[in-house]
């Protein structure tokens, strides 16, 4: 069982950035899938972006050009940087982690996120 612990979300202005963070207990290394997603309130659970193995990134059109996820391996870490935050941003973001060909997948609990002036 991989623990993931996500961090850094928080009240933040429209316009601002923040950075969220996804620290797994062991090594991510062998998961080919690393994502975030995220639920605002009312409303269904919805992926923002995704990292493979050979580093192809991915991310959903209401924050591209915006979001950029990265993984640090050696750190077994996964970021999600988020710039020019919207009140629609507004969520809970949780951690996903996919071993797509074990079907072995993880989720953090959470860290939430509020953009408001």
Known sequence: ????VESGGGLVQPGGSLRLSCAASE???AF????????APGKEREWVASITNSVSTNSA???K???TISRDNAKNTVYLQM???KPEDTAVYYCNILQSYSG???WGKGTLVTVSS
Do not use: E, T
């Open 1 to 4: 069982q991989v623990q993931l």
């Open 27 to 29: 090594s991510i290394f």
């Open 32 to 39: 080919n899938v690393l994502a975030w997603y995220r639920q």
């Open 61 to 63: 059109d209401s924050v």
């Open 65 to 67: 050009g915006r979001f």
């Open 83 to 85: 710039n020019s935050l």
């Open 104 to 106: 072995r997948q993880y």
